[in-house]
């Protein structure tokens, strides 16, 4: 008998109905025609342990606002594309992406535990580049022959979608190769799901021969309850470095209280601040972008409130550079 874990029960019954959300919440039922308009462009997907710490009846609500379909996703703008990073260039094998020095992301999975609507993703091929059990020995072939690569990191989709035994398949493959020693994954699902933290998922990290790194993605303090905190304790306790990463989104994050208080949060969670991130471009998503000016304004607000290691690197991408860039650096026009 194949055994199912209890998150991939909870991932089988994720609210993907838009009026299953908004009864739920207790939401007006006029906001449906636009969430029903635009999930056909992205669907809604929301797990229901992520909904549950959302506020009933607050249509504002900073969670809310991440998965709910509106309508303001079917404007466009000139700025705004499918493919704001230009991805397509950095991918020699397919599902392989070799844009930095030393390190190679691999997109694991194409799917996520949840869909949030700034998603760069809403666009992105990733059919494309799910390479699969298959494919993964033509860039475990790449990444063999390029010994200046020294960490591989497991993006997506979230790679947390594929279970324990996919995870155990790939971390065999790449112990062969000996100039890895890092191995990091980026995530949200520890966040959204922390029931995927799974007793065997932490034998995983403990007997993988590269040191792990797990990056969550977390926007909001109030997406840190006490489930999120015992699954990064457990890992910590497997000897996991955790680190945070962040979307700045209008609406969502953008005062300066509530990013000093994510820090906080966060690293009272055991996990330590990385990287704010200035949206991607990505078409539909221009309703939750703050200017660059704004940015920094607030930026500097939280840098004079928050001891040094609590404040997180304020980048963006930028598409050819040798790294992501530091939001400083920007001359504004
Ligand atoms: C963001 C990113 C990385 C990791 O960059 P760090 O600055 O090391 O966190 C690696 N490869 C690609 C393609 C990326 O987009
Ligand atoms: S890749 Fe990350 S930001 Fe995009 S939909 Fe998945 S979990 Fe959300």
Redesign the pocket.
């Known amino acids: 008998m194949i055994q199912t874990n209890r998150w991939e029960n909870a991932l089988r019954q994720a609210i993907t109905k838009p009026e299953e959300l908004l009864t739920i919440l207790k939401l007006d039922n006029n906001l449906l025609e636009a969430a029903k308009t635009s999930a056909a462009l992205f669907p809604l997907k929301v797990p229901h342990s992520f909904v549950a710490r959302m506020k009933p009846g607050d249509r504002h609500d900073p969670l809310l606002l991440q998965v709910l379909p509106i309508e303001a996703e079917s404007f466009s703008h000139p700025d705004y594309v499918t493919d704001p990073l230009h991805e397509a260039a950095?991918n020699p094998v397919s599902g392989l992406?070799h844009?930095?020095h030393g390190?190679v992301?691999v997109t694991f999975v194409g799917t996520c535990a949840i869909n949030c609507r700034y998603c760069f993703r809403r666009y992105f091929p990733y059919s494309e580049n799910n390479p699969g059990t298959l494919g993964w020995d033509k860039a475990l072939h790449y990444i063999a022959k390029d010994s200046s690569i020294q960490e591989v990191?497991l993006s997506g989709g979230d790679p947390l979608i594929a279970n324990d035994r996919t995870l155990t398949l790939f971390s065999e493959k790449l112990n062969q190769i000996s100039h890895i020693k890092r191995l990091r994954i980026h995530s949200r699902i520890p966040i959204v799901l922390p029931e995927r933290i799974t007793p065997d998922f932490l034998k995983w990290t403990m007997q993988l021969q590269q040191k792990p790194v797990l990056v969550v993605h977390c926007n909001h303090p109030q997406e840190i309850n006490q489930s999120v905190r015992d699954a990064m304790q457990s890992l910590r306790n497997a000897g996991v470095v955790l680190l945070n990463q962040t979307v700045l989104l209008k609406g969502v994050n953008d005062s300066a209280n509530t990013l000093i208080e994510l820090s906080e949060t966060l690293f009272d969670a055991g996990i330590q601040p990385y990287y704010l991130h200035l949206l991607d471009k990505v078409d539909g998503a221009a309703h939750f972008d703050l200017n660059v000016q704004t940015a920094k304004t607030l930026y500097a607000e939280i840098e004079q409130h928050l001891s040094g290691y609590l404040v997180p690197k304020l980048v963006y991408?930028k598409a050819g550079a040798p790294?992501?860039v530091s939001v400083s650096s920007l001359i504004i026009k």
């Open positions: 950095f992406f844009k930095y390190r992301l990191i991408e790294s992501k």
